[in-house]
């Protein structure tokens, strides 16, 4: 069984799909009930709030306001996008700029085909296109 340390307490432990120990998370859960439960007698508070009340790190409580397991009022404050800054639901990017990204990464890979001497997709497709256009164009 390969051992690996837990991101959160550094304890070694059994590698299993998450990077934290069994008893982190068992922990994360714990404080998670605790804090839907606190949520429920105080809703619409802050995650400051929360953290004070609850005595949970915020970090933790930003994660699960980011998971949109929790909902707190000042989440769209603290939820922005990465790039240009609105306010989001969840994520890192607002749809426009994971749009944006999207066409960055296309136009990456482009230019990485174009270094490496291999044709545009754009061009081989036109070459397919012309002997078969002309072909039809014999028949009608
Ligand atoms: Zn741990
Ligand atoms: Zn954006």
Redesign the pocket.
Known sequence: MPLTNCVRCGLLFSRTNRPVCPECIRKEEENFERAVEWLRNNPRQTIQAMSEATGIEKGDILKWVREKRIVLADASDLLR?K????PIAGGS??D??KLGLTQAVSETLKEMSHEQGLQPLTEKRGMHYRPFERGRGARA
Not at 83 to 86: D, L, R, W
């Open positions: 996008c790039k240009c800054g609105s990017f607002c426009h700029c």
